[in-house]
């Protein structure tokens, strides 16, 4: 039995990412074997000045709620698609956080968008998308 492909979109609302979501289901559903595809947001960890005083159920709740909205706007054309999918939402450093969810799911490819809602970016990618291409053995699509 062989295992199903999978295929990672990491997805944080930007531009860039819902291009590239868009890109991942054309692409998908071209196929005869079309891959599930795995919807990722990482949320950034909270500074452990405000962790200390706000209890481990309402952090959750934060980056759940947070990570919920910004995959809000992928709903629309996964529901449409027809293909199978799922969403995550993990909370990490967002490059180390995508490969690592990549590689632990088994994914056969990460398609993502070139730039995203982070800080400083790289002179022609983005910093995370560089840091994605730099630690992972996977194929990566970048969306500009």
Not at 30 to 39: F, I, Q, V
Not at 63 to 85: F, N, Q, V
Not at 98 to 118: D, L, N, Q, T, Y
Request: aromatic residues 4%; charged residues 20%.
């Amino acid at each position: 039995m062989t295992t199903p492909l999978q295929w990672l979109v990491p997805f944080d609302g930007s531009d860039h990412s819902v291009r590239a979501l868009e890109l991942a289901i054309q692409e998908a559903k071209a196929r005869h074997d079309a891959p599930k595809l795995l919807l990722l947001n990482v949320q950034l960890p909270l500074s452990g000045d405000i962790t200390r005083f706000i209890d481990r159920n309402t952090v959750n709740d934060f980056h759940r709620e947070a990570g919920e909205k910004m995959l809000d706007a992928a709903k629309p054309p996964l529901e449409s698609c027809g293909l199978e999918y799922a969403q995550h939402i993990l909370v990490g450093p967002v490059a180390n956080t995508i490969v690592e969810f990549a590689e632990s799911k088994g994914c056969s490819m990460i398609v993502m968008g070139a730039h995203g809602h982070g800080g400083v970016s790289g002179l022609l990618m983005g910093s995370v998308a560089t840091k994605v291409l730099h630690q992972t053995r996977l194929p990566v699509l970048l969306i500009k």
